[in-house]
């Protein structure tokens, strides 16, 4: 699996890295293009920190090459290939007594004199290492007291300081809460883009990874399941074999993981369409509820949202008016639903008819909540007490615990 | 004012006139102490004689004997030892990245304890003419440095710090109860000796001693402190300190062999000195309020010797004329210390 890059600034030949004598990875081909952002993914223990110590040289490689801007690796120079490439690890370090600028001033090391003394041209470099990773404020702060995300942005500056061209990054975001992960791949991505530094990092979020990423390697079973860009390798199959997902699916187009219910709560039938059922969807999956739904546009995002989460899914193409036999399919799935959801969706010229479907349900004699503003238009006065108006999502699972009581909706317990 | 010039402006300043502070304090304090230690005794001298015996080296008095052959030696002969002690203790804590080792704990002075044992207690079949310090400063380097290594080879197997110290103090019991043997099958005379020897003491150092510490310590010293730059790359962790350019091969191999012959070197003449190059080092990096090693090789250096040199005129004017032992001493000083660093968290295992 290899593709070769006009530039490439590490490349590796049938390389295997593990440790002596056992192999963790075999048969590694890739070619790292200068300035892209590529990112690691595996599950735990695949072999992405092997990797990647192997490529920073902590680790000596079991068989093959390495190259780092076209000359091996093995030959470079400790304090050369500290002025290439610089390293973010997973340790915990505390070194005591450190400021922040102390800390990051010991990145200098490859640049300065044999007492390591900090000249104009060291201290400017410094301060725009922290500057890159906005933690100018943090330098006379002591290191121990640093936060972890303030430690991580921290422990990258230190790495800026070499001012390398290539950037190793195990695992820079685990530990961290959401705004420094969020912020954390920001930087990153802003190195990669506007400095040029190539960016290799190992990431345990594989939807991430597909929205900062050049490329991505899928490392798994002793090897490199598949390399390339995010946009074509990362597809619901291959992400849902990298990590051995059963209840769960990567969606591209979302971006995100849906996970999927049980399903064993009961059967529920949303009429939806136009995103309005999308939150409902992963609500009721969470709750547990098989889901069926109709009928919504093929490009409709409940349409993405249905499908990764394993909906019985009745669809039209785009644009196209909901028809006959799309309706015929949506009512016989509604007929074996415990229950009826309407989402509120704006009716317009081409969904028209999935308001004749709610009607449907209403006169065969199924519950609809509804999340319709204003409730349901009801036909009947019996139609009135099975129309369970649902002003928000939280009134609607209120509504639905005590449907789910009052039914015991739970056909798996009453079987056994 | 820029951001950069708003972040550097405090740091240029505040980095530099803390050490120099301390730094003079400790120089002043330390040669205060040297003068208390030739002066004090059983014959006390004041400053103005202790002046007049220096200035006249060629007098051959009583009092320029005691002075120049018993008090000076001794006082010297405190400072080198508690500095190259402080040395390898702060070389050793970098090292093995634990706040708490020392050559004592891990079993070094035990190792040249053993060693030494070997030539003062079994010196009557080969003569009391090999009974120089020479011999014996080599016997504590082959003990100070096998120690060293069969903890190595341990430490690299096993990770963590209580592990480490667990071996160093297994390897000490062992050294320990060979010597106790040895002890036991020596004769009565070398005992009294090597016993005394054992507790530790700066006394009975001669000028030629002086001049080896001198040499060979402040050699290794220098080369230390042009180690500053990758021993502070090292604080990160052996493999950030590879990332930035550190030999690490080299670079291990040589820290090791300064602290062992720091140690072994100070062992040999002094007997096995506790808690010094444990504690030092702390109090060093406290009152400097830096790890750059930079600052803290001179700095330790310095605190050691005025620690030891408080220490040694404690152990010979407490119950003078009786001497008390100096591990004694610096038992009763840095092991408080230490209990106080771990209780408060400064320092964590």
Known sequence: ?416 | MTVSERALNPLSSMTWRRPQIVFTLLTGLTLIMMVLNVGIGSIPFSPLEIWQVLVRPEDNSTISSIIWNLRIPRAIAAVFGGAYLAAAGLLLQIYFRNPIVGPYILGISSGATLMVSFVMLTTLTVGWSLFTPFISTLAAFAGAYGVMLIVLAIASRVKGGVTLLIVGLMMGYLCGAVTAILTALAEKEKIKGFVLWQLGSFSGFKWNEIGILLVFGGGILVLLYLQSKPLNAFLLGEEYAASMGVNIRRFRLMILLCACALAGMITSMAGPVAFIGMAVPHMARLSFGTSDNRILIPGACLMGALVASICDLIARTVLSPVELPLSAMTAFFGAPIVITLLLKQRVKL
């Open chain 1, 1 to 416: 699996m290899s593709t070769s890059a006009i530039n490439p600034v590490i490349s590796a030949r049938r390389l295997t890295v593990g440790y002596k004598p056992k192999p963790v990875l075999k048969g590694l081909d890739f070619d790292f293009e200068a300035g892209h952002f590529i990112s690691l993914l595996g599950p735990n223990g695949a072999g992405k920190t092997t990797l990647l110590r192997t490529l920073s040289r902590h680790l000596s490689p079991l068989a093959g090459e390495i190259r780092v801007q076209g000359k091996p690796l093995a030959s470079l120079r400790a304090i050369d290939l500290a002025r290439i490439m610089a390293v973010v690890l997973t340790d915990k370090i505390a070194p005591p007594l450190f400021t922040v600028f102390e800390f990051v001033a010991i990145g200098r090391y490859p640049h300065t004199d044999y007492l390591g003394r900090l000249g104009e041209v060291d201290r400017n470099a410094v301060i725009s290492s922290l500057a890159a990773v906005h933690a100018v404020d943090l330098a006379h702060r002591p290191f121990a007291d640093l936060s972890d995300g303030e430690r991580q942005k921290v422990l990258v500056a230190r790495a800026l300081a070499q001012e390398p061209q290539i950037l190793l990054l195990d695992e820079p975001t685990i530990h961290l809460d959401l705004k420094h992960r969020v912020e954390v791949m920001a930087i990153l991505r802003d190195l990669c883009r506007s400095k040029g530094i190539t960016v290799v990092a190992s990431l345990h979020d594989v939807d991430v990874a597909a929205k900062v990423s050049d490329r991505v390697a899928l490392i798994k079973d002793g090897g490199l399941l598949d390399w390339g860009p995010p946009e074509t390798v990362l597809t619901p199959e291959a992400v849902a074999g990298l990590y051995d997902f059963d209840k769960a699916e990567f969606n591209r187009h979302l971006g995100g993981i849906e996970l999927r219910g049980d399903g064993d709560q009961g059967r529920a039938f949303v009429v939806a369409g136009m995103g309005s059922g999308a939150l409902v969807y992963r609500m009721l999956a969470k709750k547990g509820f098989a889901i069926a739904t109709g009928v919504v546009h093929t490009n409709d995002l409940d349409w993405y949202v249905a499908q990764s989460l394993g909906a019985d899914c009745t669809s039209v193409p785009p644009m196209a008016k909901v028809n006959g036999s799309a309706m015929v399919r949506a009512a016989g799935q509604m007929a074996e639903c415990d229950f009826v959801i309407d989402c509120g969706f704006t009716v317009g010229p081409v969904n028209q008819a999935n308001m004749k479907l709610l009607q449907s349900a209403l006169t065969q004699g199924k519950t609809v909540f509804s999340l319709r503003e204003g409730g349901l238009p009801s036909l009947t006065k019996s139609d009135h007490n099975r129309s369970i108006r649902c002003d928000d999502a939280m009134q609607l699972l209120d509504a639905l615990d005590r449907f789910s009581a009052r039914n015991e909706l739970h056909p798996k317990a009453l079987e056994a």
